[in-house]
């Protein structure tokens, strides 16, 4: 059975169409899975080989990965929530009643979405925490540390835009207490503050603000600065592990 | 063998490595063992992708995501909180001016985190009390006491006893060192400063969130959540 989904997938990978795809073609050989890396625009980014150590569990605790993971998830459910809402005072709220009890698993995607975003947000403190701990930030990893720190940042307000969506009482005060905070920046807390909400309070100027921050502005630089994360990594020489330590 | 070296620089280059000590963890571990990135690394990647969304679809499943009434700006809810990771900033507001706990504080915290490769002493990474044993012991006890003095100040005992709880046990690692007998010892006094204060704002972040987000009931005053 497992060998006739093998030669099959071979077959598959033998054909012109997916050589056409997948420029590496076919074969298992380590110049073929070098090119099936190299010739892919979306691994060509990292290493043809990796160092065995890093993959173990003990140095990463794969917590970087399990942040990408959760970011997926909620590209892939943000693109279904986005078929369902209007961004508009009150037609926002009554999209959530609707995605509650109208639309198939409606109810599910927002749930995914909602848990996955608390679920990247935790992830995200505890990859930082554990680099740290690994002083995997030393050189020549510095400046990759800091575009960690603005992924930090991006993963935060991604989070913070996103909550005010629902337009429902617990979205509406938690934007107000957060938007609040800037209006003590000294000298320009007030010009931040309008700037940020499109107005002296939280109304449907600063909803159609966040939901463009939201969807479209954080995503984007989300995904450009990951896609540097990644490459640093390899520009710095693959994951630091440790020398095994004889205390 | 013998390697000609000309003083052309220019024609021929050399390179040199400086390798200092701790700062170059790449050059020491090239030559480990290597795989290859497809299909090792990147199944690895799949399955844990594949762990993070059976367990959120899990989660997904049996909790639903809050949905209140509809925003509505003549109601406001007692305590209005923001999301779990800003009620540790939410909590500092209780006790500090805005203009601290929700600017000088979150600023300062970046700050820290950006600049934190860029200092030799983090890089290095050597056991706080390898030099000077004394001096260091005077001023970081003075400034602890000091720091614990404003925190008592301001009422924040919240912050007050992981401050107690690291410092003290900051200050007493400074009784070990890399010869002491018990492995755990060993372990604290190899400990950098750094490692010090990134513990302290770990344990302080955790706290304050879980005050804010578990403890605080209308008018911010302490509740048990049990009790609510
Ligand atoms: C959207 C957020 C982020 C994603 C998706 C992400 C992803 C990753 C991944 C997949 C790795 C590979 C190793 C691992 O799994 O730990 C990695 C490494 C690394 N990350 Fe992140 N990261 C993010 C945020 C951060 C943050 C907040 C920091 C620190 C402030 C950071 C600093 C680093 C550093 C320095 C490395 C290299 C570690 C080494 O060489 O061993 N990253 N990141």
């Known amino acids: 059975m497992a060998t006739t989904i093998k030669s099959g997938f071979e077959r598959i990978r033998n054909t012109e169409v997916w050589r056409t795809i997948f420029r590496s073609g076919s074969g298992s050989s380590n110049l073929h899975r070098s090119q099936a890396v190299q010739q892919n625009i979306f691994l060509h980014l990292f290493s043809v080989k990796v160092r065995s150590r890093a993959l173990e569990f003990s140095p990463t605790w794969y917590l970087g990965a399990l942040t990408l993971s959760t970011f997926f998830i909620l590209i892939a459910t943000g693109i ?168 | 063998m013998q390697a000609e070296v000309q003083s052309d620089v220019r024609k021929n280059p050399r390179r040199i490595a400086f390798i200092l000590r701790r700062t170059s963890p790449y050059v020491k571990t090239q030559d480990d063992g290597r795989v290859m990135t497809y299909p090792t690394a990147l199944s690895r990647f799949i399955i844990a992708l594949e762990v993070a969304f059976v367990l959120l679809v899990w989660i997904s499943l049996l909790a639903n995501a809050p949905l209140e009434g509809m925003a509505d700006p003549m109601h406001t809810p007692n305590p209005a909180k923001a999301p779990w990771y800003f009620l540790g900033l939410q909590e500092l507001l209780h006790y500090f001016p805005p203009m601290v706990a929700g600017v000088l504080v979150p600023g300062l915290v970046v700050g820290a985190l950006i600049v934190i490769p860029y200092f030799n002493i983090n890089i290095e990474g050597e056991s706080l009390w390898a030099k000077d044993r004394k001096r260091r012991l005077m001023i970081i006890g003075v400034a602890l006491v000091l720091f614990c003095i404003f925190l008592l100040a301001f009422d924040v005992i919240v912050a007050l006893v992981p401050t107690i709880l690291i410092g003290g046990l900051m200050l007493w690692s400074a009784r070990f060192s890399s010869e002491s007998p018990r492995l755990f010892h060993r372990w604290l006094a190899s400990k950098p400063l750094s490692f010090w204060i990134m513990s302290w704002f770990l344990i302080e972040l955790t706290i304050l969130t879980v005050v804010g987000t578990f403890f605080r009931g209308p008018g911010w005053s302490w509740v048990l959540p049990w009790q609510s």
């Open chain 1, 80 to 247: 279904l929530l986005m078929f369902y809402y209007h961004p508009s005072v009150p037609q926002a709220y009554a999209d959530m009643k609707d995605l509650q009890f109208v639309v198939a698993s409606g109810v599910f995607l927002r749930n995914l979405h909602r848990w996955s975003a608390h679920a990247m947000v935790f992830l995200v403190f505890a990859h930082m925490f554990k680099v740290f701990y690994r002083g995997a930030y030393r050189p020549p990893r510095q400046f990759n540390w800091v575009i960690g720190v603005f992924l930090l940042l991006i993963t935060l307000l991604l989070s913070y835009t996103g909550y005010l969506l629902p337009w429902d009482q617990l979205a509406f005060w938690a934007v107000t207490v957060g938007s609040n905070i800037a209006k003590a920046v000294p000298l320009m807390g007030k010009q931040i503050r309008f700037l940020m909400l499109g107005g002296n309070e939280v109304n449907a100027n600063a909803l159609l603000r966040f939901y463009v921050l939201h969807c479209v502005i954080l995503p984007l630089v989300a995904i450009l600065l990951v896609g540097v994360h990644f490459w640093r990594i390899r520009k710095d020489g693959g994951l630091y592990v440790p020398e095994k330590k004889n205390l």
